[in-house]
């Protein structure tokens, strides 16, 4: 694995959403410079002055995301694109496409620009559903909750973790259930 640069400048992906948000406020209230990339424009009025830039793009412009790795030291990957009916299979393409094949631009564009760190949001519903809390060691098989949302998330994690495995990212994968809160919309709402 390359020393990379220093941990400075942080892409964060999905910023705009209800868990960047959150993560957003965490780092400007940290002091930490950080690029915020979602579909969404965000403004210009997040943070101190120069500490947030706000871009608007999609995970699909590898372009974009080539361009912006360049000037960053760490990635927070939060984006993701959650259907809106998890047992409509129309939406698997979709899922696999932004939460599995963008995951992977975004991991092997990080891996060759010497980003230091990537943090990767995945889910809690890959796990088969036990009459227990799980543990990160239980078996993960996305076939019984969120099918297609969740192949797509297992899909990144695999391809995270193959960069990992090659020493070519310093990664960790982080799976989160039952995510809620102010601002959550309301069809979200357990």
């Given at each position: 694995m390359s020393a990379g640069k220093g941990c400075g400048k942080i892409l964060l992906t999905g910023a705009a959403g209800f868990i960047g948000r959150r993560i957003l406020g965490m780092l400007v209230s940290m002091g930490k410079p950080v690029v915020a990339l979602d579909q969404r424009f965000m403004g210009a009025d997040v943070g101190e002055a120069g500490q947030v830039l706000s871009v608007e793009g999609s995970l699909?412009?590898?372009?974009?995301?080539?361009?912006?790795?360049?000037?960053?030291?760490?990635?927070?990957?939060?984006?993701?694109?959650?259907p809106p009916d998890y047992t409509n299979s129309a939406f698997a393409e979709k899922c696999v496409r932004v939460n599995g094949l963008c995951t992977l631009s975004l991991a092997k564009a990080a891996a060759e620009a010497g980003v230091n760190r990537f943090v990767y949001l995945s889910t809690g519903a890959l796990y088969v559903n036990p009459d227990r809390s799980v543990v990160e060691e239980d078996a993960v098989y996305p076939a019984d909750e969120a099918t297609f949302y969740s192949a797509g998330k297992l899909l990144g994690e695999i391809y995270v973790e193959h960069f990992r495995r090659q020493g070519l990212l310093q990664s960790l994968t982080l799976r989160l259930g039952s995510v809620y809160g102010p601002g959550m919309p309301l069809r979200s709402a357990i």
């Open positions: 699909e412009d590898e372009r974009l995301i080539v361009s912006l790795m360049r000037r960053v030291d760490a990635v927070c990957h939060v984006a993701g694109f959650i």
